[in-house]
């Protein structure tokens, strides 16, 4: 795993140290480069099995470009982060809120510039070393730990989750006692993760009703309206009158896409209209649609329909 952690990790302007014994007596230290930024990367790595990291970065300096994955890892953890241009696509964060990100199906590619400080607590697992843990003979658990992970692409609030990552963050065990203490507790927090999926499925096969579709409806009504500002999980859950997580399916199973995708789309389309149909520079469109950076709206863009802003609009007025 060191291929995939490290060269990001160089690319942030972290060095190896070993002069913080202070936050676990296990593991390797990184700390920011003092011309780039301040702070520290912690790292427990079992070699083509899991990865364990804490982090509190702060960066002084635009940093280059990067693109993290795809990679056949799985992820869940929490983080908090200020400086980041496109909050939503972080979901709503606060201490308690989850966020799992599944390598293997998506790319994740951003700029990081001056005044970024985030601070997080991970686990990523290998997909060989998940599918060891479960059962080999069933490899639906397999595919239905990686949608449970992915029911947290956006954040979410599961206290037994949320409890089991901090006490995996607060216990310092011995370089002798790591491996052991931190796989049992993986096995819990996958076991915890799967039944978390078996009652959203549950909840999911509940029948919609007319009620909740006229709700729905309202939170599409308010997304139309409002996409070009900031728009968080918490405000919809409001207006629906629904819990985050019950939001969130139900939409799902409504509009087959999430509420972030469904809030890209619009976006995207609106910033497509522009594109064609005025004489706007790329940098006032991101910013006509909700993107205060040029450089993310670009990458996002880019994404989406495989040309950047400035190419669509050429090859389309052509």
Not at 155 to 162: A, D, L, P, R
Not at 203 to 213: N, V, W
Request: proline content about 3%.
């Amino acid at each position: 795993m060191e291929q995939y952690y490290l060269p990001y990790l160089s690319d942030l302007g972290l060095e190896s140290s070993s002069h913080l014994s202070r936050i676990k007596p296990c593991g390797r230290y990184f700390k920011m480069n003092p011309a780039v930024g301040s702070g520290f990367y912690w790292l427990f790595l079992e070699e083509n099995r899991f990865g364990i990291a804490i982090s509190d970065l702060k960066i002084n300096c635009d940093r280059p470009k990067m693109e993290f994955g795809p990679a056949p890892f799985l992820y869940l953890g929490q983080f908090k982060c200020t400086g980041y241009d496109d909050q939503w696509e972080l979901g709503d964060i606060t201490d308690k809120s989850i966020f799992g990100y599944v390598g293997s199906n998506s790319s994740f590619k951003t700029t990081i510039r001056a005044g970024f400080h985030f601070c997080s607590f991970g686990i990523t697992l290998t997909e060989s070393f998940a599918a060891e843990i479960l059962d080999r003979n069933r490899p639906e658990r397999f595919d239905q730990l990686k949608t449970a992970i992915d029911r947290f692409s956006t954040g979410g609030h599961v206290s037994e989750i949320s409890e089991t990552l901090q006490q995996i963050k607060r216990f310092r065990p011995s370089p002798e006692i790591a491996r052991l203490y931190y796989e049992g507790k993986i096995l819990e927090l996958i076991s915890l993760i799967l039944q978390y999926d078996e009652n959203c499925r549950r909840h999911a096969e509940l029948r919609i009703t007319k009620s909740d579709l006229e709700r729905l409806e309202e939170v599409s009504v308010y997304l139309e309206n409002r996409f070009t500002g900031p728009i968080s999980l918490n405000e919809l859950s409001r207006l629906a009158c629904m819990s985050k997580s019950k939001l969130s399916d139900l939409f799902k199973q409504v509009h087959k896409s999430t509420i972030t995708d469904y809030l890209r789309s619009l976006r995207l389309q609106k910033a497509k209209d522009l594109l064609l149909d005025s004489d706007l520079n790329i940098a006032t469109i991101a910013d006509e649609v909700g993107y205060n950076a040029h450089s993310n709206f670009s990458l996002i863009f880019r994404q989406a329909t495989g040309f950047t802003p400035y190419e669509y609009r050429r090859r389309k007025l052509q």
